[in-house]
């Protein structure tokens, strides 16, 4: 059993298109994270949230503890946000979702 | 500030060989989280050490072994390589272990195991 769901495992967007990302998981946690992977594998964290909501530029995650529950919405995709985004929940330590492979066609 | 770095970038190992890898975190920084990555399973934590001690171990087998100097910088060893073992190998610094602290990654280590 995993204890963090991701949804969906792959996403094809046209250029200017409204994304969203959903992150579910099953245990207590004291803080979620978003992540983002590039082809060649290096990582940046992009959100770091234990409640509410966050926004960096056309990025914005939300996290709803009572219902377990993340998502993270990237407003007027572009090419560039094409990436691997990873959902990741801290407990004692971090458990991960398997991912969701975003890419933005021009 | 540098980010976090891991030597070396690229190995090559033969079944039942030996690695080390290496990781130095950013400045000020006193937890590394060393995980890896494989397309079948995706990313798992291996351990995290802050201070020199280990803190939380993952689900690994004990030939994944890791420690930890006094500058901050973490080692991580794998003894008797398995074909399985072919991975990408991340590390990542943060300030402290909790889990509200932003975690760093570095490039990471492809090992291919022959």
Not at chain 2, 26 to 41: A, E, F, K, L, M
Not at chain 2, 71 to 96: I, K, P
Request: net charge positive; with cysteine; aromatic share 10%.
């Amino acid at each position: 059993k995993n204890e963090v769901e991701q949804s969906p495992q792959n996403l094809t967007a046209q250029e200017g298109e409204f994304i969203t990302i959903n992150c579910s998981y099953s245990v207590g946690i004291s803080a979620l994270h978003w992540l983002q992977q590039h082809p060649g594998g290096g990582i940046v964290s992009l959100f770091m949230l234990s409640s509410g909501k966050k926004k960096h530029g056309r990025l914005i995650a939300t996290i709803n503890i009572q219902e377990k529950h993340s998502s993270l919405h990237i407003t007027a995709s572009h090419p560039r946000d094409s990436a691997v985004y990873i959902c990741a929940v801290r407990r004692n330590q971090f458990y991960f979702g398997t991912g969701t492979s975003l890419t933005v066609i021009p | 500030k540098a980010g976090v770095t891991q030597t070396p970038r690229y190995l090559i190992k033969t079944r039942g060989q030996q690695v080390t890898l290496s990781c130095s975190p950013i400045s000020g920084h006193r937890s590394v989280s060393w995980y890896q990555q494989t397309p079948g399973q995706g990313l798992q934590f291996l351990f995290e050490y802050f201070s020199e001690t280990q803190r939380n171990k993952g689900n690994f087998p004990g030939r994944f072994s890791g420690r930890q100097f006094s500058n901050s910088r973490s080692e991580m060893n794998v003894s008797t390589l398995e074909l399985g073992d072919s991975a990408l190998y991340l590390c990542a610094s943060s300030l402290g272990t909790s889990g509200s602290n932003e975690q760093y990654f570095g490039p990471g280590t492809r090992l291919t195991v022959t």
